[in-house]
């Protein structure tokens, strides 16, 4: 199969040569960072167009790290099979469209890595404190697991009901959206809801010396204009594909290989 995948971070690109590994023409489109495999000027030819995870920033073009704008008509105007990490098809409804970020293995696999990748951004701690998971999904979940493995004392902030019951059925103190732990310590709050929750009074009750890690996708989760005093916001978008973007490429690859094996493609 002649494949081609288009922008992208490095995980496409891990991606990419993991079906070359099986015997595929691949090339690469705008790849973010260097490859044995060959490089193409278009996506003219191709069965198979392999797009990145988001797909899009803007609505109308590719998501690439060379800052060259691949608009999404262009693409729509091939005919191939479409796969790409997130959201609903923006291409010509005729043509087959995957959206890898769904599959429920994909993104359970991409949620252990980002709890993975947070514990290694928050270094080595000369100080004891506590972790604030808000929200969880298959991130918060994932991250309050992982840190109560390492050793943190770990609360849980949910907005329904029934999600904070599943976290005290996990083991973990849980709490209403805004509402902090009662203990003095400072915390690292990590936010994993798509949704403005966190205001300037959220930030004025958190301990001294506390951090806010934002794990969500845009909007992320504080609100507009927000003025968040001495503490500090990290932001740390596409944590897979930074932490281990090889792992995160080859489980790219195992969804997408599923997908067209199941449909006849490959």
């Not at 899009?56 to 008509?73: C, F, H, N, S, Y």
């Not at 098809?89 to 949620?111: I, Q």
């Not at 991130?139 to 493995?149: E, H, N, P």
């Not at 794990?215 to 932490?243: F, M, N, Q, R, W």
């Amino acid at each position: 199969m002649r494949i081609v995948t288009v922008g992208g971070d490095a995980r496409i690109v891990y991606a990419a040569e993991c079906f070359a590994a099986e015997g595929h023409a691949v090339s690469l489109l705008c790849p973010a960072i260097p490859s044995p495999l060959p490089t193409a000027d278009t996506a003219d030819g191709a069965e198979l167009i392999l797009l990145p995870m988001p797909l899009t920033r803007d609505g109308v073009t590719v998501t690439t790290a060379k800052g060259r704008g691949i608009p999404l008509r262009e693409l729509s105007a091939l005919d191939c099979v479409l796969l790409a990490g997130g959201g609903a098809s923006p291409f010509d409804a005729s043509l087959p469209y995957y959206n890898y970020a769904a599959d429920p293995t994909l993104v359970a696999e991409n949620a252990r890595l980002t709890a993975l990748g947070t514990l290694d951004a928050w270094g080595t701690l000369g100080e004891e404190v506590a972790v604030l998971c808000v929200g969880y999904g298959y991130v918060g979940a994932a991250l309050a697991r992982a840190a109560r493995d390492h050793g943190y004392r770990v609360y849980v902030a949910a907005r329904r009901r029934e999600v904070r019951e599943r976290a005290e059925q996990d083991g973990f103190c849980s709490l209403a959206i805004n509402e902090l732990p009662p203990c003095e310590l400072p915390l690292f709050v990590c936010n994993s809801v798509p949704a403005p929750i966190h205001t300037a009074d959220f930030f004025k009750r958190l301990p001294k010396y506390s951090r806010y890690y934002e794990l969500a996708s845009p909007p992320g989760g504080i609100c507009p204009e927000t003025d968040h005093g001495v503490i500090p916001i990290h932001a740390l978008p596409g944590i897979p594909g930074k932490y281990a973007p090889r792992e995160a490429g080859r489980i790219i690859y195992t969804s997408v290989k599923s997908f067209l094996s199941a449909r006849g493609f490959l």
